[in-house]
């Protein structure tokens, strides 16, 4: 059965975010005016799972996030125009992409983001499939009815996969270490912290699988060598996803909304630039063939242009590049 977790009493997320930023412990008397009110508000935010320590009775202070995902603090200031305009979290789903799918085709819905806990039926690219330990990672999908001008499924890919690349550099991992490996997957170093996956019905859905909390053994064996975590590479433990979640759907619609206005190149440089296999040797499969070469260039808009030994190039539309692989 699926068990939706946003019916949970309203927190006070405002009164959280003061006891975090606190150095220490505070008086319960300066968290507000009506001490009842503060400490109920306290209990429920500590019964939801949220991390707080009393000492001798007045005093509380913030040890670390809830192990859940907390709607309220997702929502809380999102600030954003489209994406997250709703935003429901599960316990547990087939896939978040099939509930984004289906609530997506309902009108009202454009920017609807899904996330669980846990996905039974996780997909990935190319019929695999994608799978993460309950309540350790960030599976999210997001509805979208784009125009045509970004309706294609290098772009709408390359949207999720920037928008991650920001939100891990953004939590503490060396930027120039986080790269975009054509199409969908996103690499600290050589390693897969991420996963992007578009699917186009009545909606489009961008299905993005963001490892979080994973220690090596919590990888299934065959990947527990290419795979890595945000916890890994930061060293930081616990990680708050909820905060994460919130800087993703920023992200997600930061870019979303520019390319509106600004049309899909605005994405370009951000994209272009994470590019691992940017000035690399390269193999393209395409629909007419194989193609080997220097990625000399690429471009959303324009392609990917290859440079072939005798330094001739050659440009190749994103839409008909079916994989690409470091040589
Ligand atoms: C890949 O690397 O092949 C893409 C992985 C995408 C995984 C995410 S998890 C959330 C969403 N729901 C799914 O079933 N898949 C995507």
Redesign the pocket.
Known sequence: MTVPVSTQPALNIRLLEKLRSAAGPQAVGELGANRDRVLADLRTLQAFGFGLTWLDGDRVAYVGPASRLCPDQIEHELGTVIIGRRIVVWNRL?????LAARLGATSGNEGLVVL?EE?T??????G?S?S?PVAR?????VALRPPSRLADLPWLTALGAVAVAEVVAAAGVEPGRVRIKWP??VLVGSR?V????VERGAVV?V???LNVCQQPDEFPSAIRSTATSLALETGRDPLDRSELARALIQALDRHYLRALQQGPGALNEAWRSRLSALGRLVRLQTPAGTLAGRLADADLGAGLIIESADGTTQRVPTLSVLDLDPV
Do not use: E
């Open positions: 087939t896939s978040t992409n099939d669980a996905q039926a996780g997909r990935g690219r190319r695999r994608w993460a990672s960030i599976l999210m999908s969908n997957d897969k991420a996963g992007v996956l859905v299905g993005i699988g």
